[in-house]
């Protein structure tokens, strides 16, 4: 059990205070999402994603080859909500289960702690584990989202999995309107800060 892992938890900000109806939707709509992830990363999942606490979710990968991938398609499916994604990486101290929440260890210990300075700084994404650039990285990211009107979040988060070419079709408006958006938030720059952040967390 040396190996180390990633092991992710997600945990919708607030979720308590939306009615009855709307919390039940969004836990259908995140096993649904779960289930997909587990589906589409299959290669790189050690332990499923599974729903762990109400409505935060469990999920451990193999490494961190594909982090940057997986984290950004989590946030483009998770809609209706923000959500806090925290990542500890190290090792496990459980044999590995079926899903996430069967494993315990200190990489999960690490995500448990990142996610709670997370929610108390409002960051979109948290490490625990990782080496400071990674968490300074985070930060960087985070601040230039709540940067953003709501528009220009829902336009950047779609374009960090989709591409400008299908995203006029995805969002139902017209490619003059995204070259617009995308140029308010000078993305050809926000591109270059992405890369070298999807960078550093693949390193082993």
């Known amino acids: 059990m040396s190996h180390s892992y990633i092991a992710i938890i997600g945990d919708a900000v ?4 939306l ?39 469990e999920g451990l990968l193999q490494g961190p080859e594909q982090l940057w991938e997986v984290l950004q398609w989590l946030r483009a499916e998770l809609r209706g909500v923000e959500w806090v ?25 690490l995500a448990r702690a990142a996610l709670e300075e997370g929610k108390r700084k409002r960051l979109l994404v948290a490490f625990g584990g990782f080496d400071p650039m990674v968490t300074a990285l985070g930060h ?4 230039l989202y709540w940067s953003w009107t709501a528009r220009q979040r829902e336009v950047a988060t779609q ?3 989709t591409g400008r070419g299908r995203l006029s079709d995805q969002l139902r408006v017209t490619p003059s309107a995204v070259s617009h958006v995308t140029s308010r938030i000078a993305w050809r720059l926000v591109e270059v800060g992405d890369a070298a952040f999807g960078d550093r967390l693949a390193k082993p």
């Open 159 to 161: 374009l960090r999995v």
């Open 85 to 109: 994604l925290a990542c500890g990486r190290g090792r496990i101290m459980t044999p590995l289960a079926a899903t996430a929440p069967e494993v315990d260890g200190p990489c999960f210990h």
């Open 19 to 57: 009615p009855t109806l709307r919390r039940q939707r969004l836990q259908r709509e995140l096993r649904a999402v779960l289930a997909e992830a587990n589906r589409r990363w299959r290669r790189v999942v050690a332990a499923r994603f599974a729903v762990a606490l109400g409505d935060q979710f």
């Open 14 to 17: 607030a979720s308590r205070r």
């Open 140 to 143: 960087y990211y985070s601040a």
